[in-house]
């Protein structure tokens, strides 16, 4: 995980890049265990930060290839993914009086450090997960699979009724019926 001490960031500000592959974030990762999915390729991240008064401000470029599951056909598929951030961060125990409404003025998100360190590789996963949709589609038109029999219908259509295909429970009919 890649961190910067704020003792070292300058007002002039630093260029960085840097790049990590899955198993460098999966510890970071498993906090968000009920999130599914894999890195394609590494998280690579361009950032620009700097030193403005007590606060640290990050504007960066967070670009990586995810692995999604698409929720109707469940099927992987890639996703790329390239998020700019821009965060101000403030020392945790200033409060953010006057400063807070000249960020909001400036419709920047704002959070705090502690301990004298920038956890930036966190900060570069967090910005993943803020871009993840919600419900993933391999495709606007995916038809998903079958309700009863299962068939993924983006490769064939199957032979099952519109009936059958209203109610969930003909399985159950037939099965009753047998
Ligand atoms: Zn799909
Ligand atoms: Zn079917």
Not at 13 to 22: K, T
Not at 53 to 70: D, E, P
Not at 99 to 107: M, N, Q, S
């Amino acid at each position: 995980m890649f961190t910067i001490k704020v003792d070292e960031i300058t007002e002039e500000g630093l260029d960085l890049e840097w790049e990590e592959d899955h198993p460098s974030i999966m510890a970071f990762l498993k906090n968000f265990s009920q999130i599914d999915f894999d890195l394609e390729e590494p998280l690579r991240t361009k950032a620009r930060v700097w030193k403005a008064g007590q606060s640290v401000v990050i504007q960066a470029t967070v670009q990586t290839v995810l692995q999604l599951h698409c929720v109707r056909c469940l099927k992987e598929f890639p996703y790329p993914l390239s998020s700019a951030l821009n965060l101000t961060l403030l020392p945790s125990k200033k409060a953010p009086h006057e400063e807070e409404v000249e960020l909001k003025e400036e419709e920047m998100e704002s959070t705090f450090f502690e301990g004298g360190e920038i956890r930036l590789s966190e900060i570069a996963c967090e910005q993943i997960f803020l871009d993840l949709p919600y419900q993933p589609l391999c495709d606007e038109a995916c038809k998903g699979l079958c309700p009863v029999c299962g068939k993924d219908l983006n490769l064939s259509n199957c032979d099952c009724t519109p009936d059958e295909l209203e109610s969930g429970f003909s399985v159950l009919k037939k099965l009753r019926l047998n």
